[in-house]
Each structure stands twice: as C-alpha cells, then as structure tokens.
DNA sequence: ATCGCGTCAAGATCTATCGT
DNA sequence: ACGATAGATCTTGACGCGAT
C-alpha cells in the first residue's frame, strides 16, 4: 500500500536540473579551514589522499583516500586540515534544483560513500574540469551530462551501501503528504482526477496545494499526470494489442482527446507510434 | 522578516461536440 | 484521426493575514 521513499525520490530526480560551478583537482593548503560556513551550492568532494577533518551538521568525519563526499546546499559545514599531509582530492560545487527548490538534502546519514570504481570517477573528474575550460559548443550539455552520471552514481552507491533509509526529502509539504498524493495519482490514472480531489486528500486549498506541488516537484499536478498517462500509453502501445480507443478508456481519456493529447507529447499518432515502435524492435 | 496557508482574477489549457 | 470552437477547468502571480 505504501510507496516507499525511493518511489518519491526518483518521482523527483526525473525532474532535477543541475548546474556546475566550478570544479578542479588541488592539494590544498596546511591553511585549509573554513568554520560553520552555510554555502548555496552542494560539494563533491573526492578524496585522494592525506587526511583532515570535516563537519556536516554536527557530524563529525575523518575522509579517507578512496571516499567521495557530498556536502549539501544549506547545510551547515566546517572543514580544516589536521596535519602536514593534507588532502589531495578532486571537488566540484554544483547546484541541484527540481522547481525552485534545493535537493536538500537527501542523505540522513553518512554524508559520504566508499567509491567502488576510483578510476572511473577520477576520469569523470578530469572530463568535468577539461569540459569547464573547453569552448566547444555542447560543453555546457556535456558538463550536465557528467555531473548527472557522478549524482547518479552516488545515489545508487547510497542505496547500496546503506540502504534506501537514508534517502529522506526535505520541503514545505512533508513526504508523507506527498505519498499520499502520488500513491494515489498511480492508482487513479484511469480516473479523472481533479486538482480540487487531490488538495482534499491532504486538506490544502486548491490553490496552495498546486504552487507546493510544483515547487517540490517541478510539475502542475495535471502535467504530472498527463505525464504519467503518456508513459502507461507508450507502454501499452508496444506491449499488447489493445486497440488505441481501449488503450484511452485504460487511462481515462476519451479517444479523441488522447490522441492529440499523445500526438502533442510525443509528436506522433498512437498507432503511429506503435508500428513505428514495432518495426524497431523487429529489428 | 519569513513561513504556512488562503483568496482572487487573468490567462492558459483542457474537454466535449460537431464536421471533415 | 484531425480541425475548429466554446465553455469548463486549471495555472499562476499578486496580495492578505496570522503565527513564528
């Protein structure tokens, strides 16, 4: 019955956007110290080698060579040297955002992980810094494009080492209200749903209701789920015969409607794209 | 001053129907 | 399946208000 966190985070992530500020490779400074600073954007920070000392949120941590680090945005953080052989790492600052919000901060616990493939991240790494000096015309696409695999690698990392308890979301609307809403969007797709019945089932206005949803999920509630029809449609069209009126009747649409509603999302015609999609997979 | 929530009204989008 | 249209519904931004 419940949908559980990870169902909510990756409802979220199919909407974040991500920016890089800045990224480089340093061994820092014996003078390397910065107390109770409160930064916009979130670090990576990929340790290397040499040690020190880090504080996120009154947790306290000893990084090792071999670690990546996520500071997050808004969180207060303290960093400083504890000897002569001081860290050698790669770090980017970067903003994540779906809507105007912060993915602040997922991560309740360690605010770090074990990296399982240090090469690949240290190619990742240089990539990120070549590409932030390159004049190249998809530079920028490009930079998004690593940063997204980096995130998503220390997502999946997360899980793995911890298990998906720490994967938590912060917002105006708490994430059980959110469940509730999205839980139960998935259950009524075939249903006509109204901004009016979704508010009642966590008892906001209408109005208010609509502006917290789009602020946490980058989507109005009635785009969210005509986007969530449009990906059951293109199911449906390649994966059974149903005919295009039934495939609408599944989702709560009249034919009419749900084929210029599909042919608006996906620039095709149902049946169009279902023989298109045909003859791919024939292939 | 900021947050949580509500209200209103203009503008955008959706939906039902009819015609092709 | 597409096009046009009009009435219904949704979206959004601005503003208000009481509680931090």
């Not at 309740?108 to 990539?127: K, T």
């Not at 139960?184 to 749903?193: K, Q």
């Not at 789920?225 to 059974?240: F, G, H, P, V, W």
């Amino acid at each position: 019955m419940e949908t559980n966190q990870s169902e909510l985070m990756r409802s979220y992530l199919a909407n974040a956007q991500v920016s890089l500020l800045m990224a480089s490779h340093t061994k820092v400074g014996r003078d390397w110290r910065d107390l109770d600073f409160l930064p916009e954007f979130n670090r990576f920070y990929f340790i290397r080698e040499g040690e020190g000392w880090l504080k996120i949120k009154g947790k306290e941590y000893a990084p090792k060579p071999g670690q990546l680090f996520w500071l997050p945005a808004g969180v207060e953080q303290s960093y400083s040297t504890v000897s002569d052989d001081t860290f050698r790492k790669y770090w980017c600052h970067f903003t994540v955002t779906v809507g105007d919000i912060h993915l602040l901060q997922l991560l309740s616990a360690p605010h770090f992980i074990e990296v399982p493939d240090p090469e690949w991240l240290e190619s990742r790494f240089r990539e990120l810094i070549e590409l932030m000096r390159s004049r190249e015309l998809a530079a920028p696409l490009r930079i998004k494009g690593v940063l997204y695999d980096i995130i998503s690698m220390y997502l999946d990392e997360t899980v793995r080492q911890y298990g998906d308890g720490e994967l938590q979301m912060a917002g105006p609307m708490n994430v059980s209200k959110m469940n509730t809403i999205l839980e139960y969007i998935d259950a009524h797709l075939s249903e006509t749903m109204t901004v009016e019945t979704l508010s009642k089932l966590v008892h906001f206005h209408p109005n208010y209701f609509m502006h917290v949803f789009k602020t946490m999920l980058g989507d109005s509630p009635i785009h969210y789920i005509n986007k969530k029809r449009m990906d059951k449609a293109r199911q449906l069209l390649l994966t059974t015969d149903q005919p295009v009126s039934e495939i609408a009747g599944v989702l709560g649409l009249e034919l009419y409607y749900f084929s210029r509603m599909f042919k608006k999302w996906t620039s095709m015609s149902p049946s169009e794209y279902r023989s298109q999609g045909r003859r791919t997979q024939n292939v």
